[in-house]
């Protein structure tokens, strides 16, 4: 069910149990500011999750209260997935989904990167 990204962090959501070690993951990616795992549920044949390590729950709650350090530590650790990946030559789609229009699940900041295969389109025409 899609959240609203204006309510407060919620620290019972299901990527706070996986920063905390509480729910395994498939980790790919750690550093001080960022963690990157594998999604449980593909949607490529490459669909690895980076969220950052603090309580953020969207893009506008993360670049209006995030320290200048958070910010470049995610953004770098996006990119350090995506090359070690090996999807910069080939290409690759980051996708946030944020608040009920953008179809957010989860109440933690956290940007999907897919890649491995053509990914057609970026928005489905109906």
């Not at 490529?44 to 953020?56: D, M, N, Q, S």
Request: aromatic share 8%; glycine share 8%.
């Amino acid at each position: 069910m899609p959240i609203d990204p204006t309510l407060p962090y919620d620290d019972a959501n299901i990527f706070a149990k996986i920063l905390r070690g509480e729910i395994p993951s498939n980790a790919v990616y750690e550093d001080d500011h960022a963690f990157a795992f594998e999604d449980i549920n593909p949607q490529a044949e490459i669909h690895t999750l980076v969220i950052p390590k603090g309580r953020y729950v969207s893009w506008d709650d993360f670049s209006a209260k995030a320290s200048d350090a958070e910010i470049a530590g995610f953004i770098r650790a996006v990119g350090e997935v995506a090359r070690a990946k090996g999807l910069v030559e080939p290409g690759y789609r980051l996708m946030a989904n944020i608040g009920v229009h953008g179809h957010q699940e989860v109440p933690h900041l956290h940007v999907h990167i897919f890649g491995g295969q053509p990914l057609g389109p970026m928005i489905c025409r109906k």
